[in-house]
């Protein structure tokens, strides 16, 4: 069974770094690329980018280019956000999937992890 | 990399039909078949329940179906039940690996 199981709840101050986990079970993790998707309270769904844990690869949105980086680990299997200089409006649900039926497909998702951005 | 069109909400009575409209441009929708849909409900995580336009993946009722014409796609939900009260949000991909979702439409069920 296909599972991606992220880290908890973070609390951070506004201009600190934050790093979630998403740590994927029941396939190859290096088969598929991992996406990760952004959601501010109340807002719709936003496509941050995609990594592929076979060569590290990225791709980031416009959006989040240069302020956030995505890595694999494939000694244990997790993919990393890692988000700086965190603003308030950086506050939302961050979720990571992965794409196993076909290209950009997100099949499986994580349970989401809540940043919280307060000073 | 604009977001695509979505209407804010539809709404329909139980065992209606509705259909939600995802408006793109000839870069993403209307260059590749790679068109999702995702539900998700208050508090969970999107679930996948159209890919490749107009593919369910196993275990998604055929109440939900989809399809593409030029830049806009669009997916028609039949026989309208409470349960299909959610946010609805189509995904498209628009090459060089860059994927774009939908502003969500919210489909009420009267």
């Known amino acids: 069974e296909v599972q991606l199981l992220q880290s908890g709840a973070e609390v951070r101050k506004p201009g600190a770094t934050v790093k979630i986990s998403c740590k994927v079970s029941g396939y190859t993790f290096t088969d598929y690329n991992i996406h990760w998707v952004q959601q501010a309270p109340g807002k719709g769904l936003e496509w941050m980018g995609v990594?592929?844990?076979?060569?590290?690869?990225?791709v980031y949105a416009a959006k989040f280019q240069g302020r956030v980086t995505f890595t694999a680990d494939t000694s244990t299997d997790t993919a990393h956000l890692e988000l700086k200089s965190l603003r308030n409006e950086h506050t939302a649900v961050y979720y990571c999937?992965?794409?196993?039926?076909?290209?950009?497909?997100?099949?499986?998702w994580g349970q989401g992890t809540l940043l919280t951005v307060s000073s | 990399q604009s977001a695509l069109t979505q209407p804010a909400s539809v709404s329909g009575s139980p065992g209606q039909s509705i259909t939600i409209s995802c408006a793109g441009t000839?870069?993403?929708?209307?260059?590749?078949?790679?068109v999702s849909w995702y539900q998700q409900h208050p508090g969970k995580a999107p679930k996948l329940i159209i890919y490749e336009a107009t593919k369910r993946p196993s275990g998604v009722s055929n109440r939900f179906s989809g399809s593409r014409s030029g830049n806009t796609a669009s997916l028609t939900i039949s026989g309208l039940q409470a349960e299909d009260e959610a946010d609805y949000y189509c995904?498209?991909?628009?090459?060089?690996?860059?994927?774009?979702f939908g502003g969500g439409t919210t489909v009420t069920v009267l």
């Open positions: 990594v592929d844990p076979e060569d590290g690869e990225a």
């Open positions: 995904s498209a991909f628009a090459g060089h690996r860059i994927s774009l």
């Open positions: 000839s870069s993403d929708v209307g260059a590749f078949d790679l």
């Open positions: 999937a992965t794409a196993s039926l076909a290209a950009a497909t997100l099949d499986f």
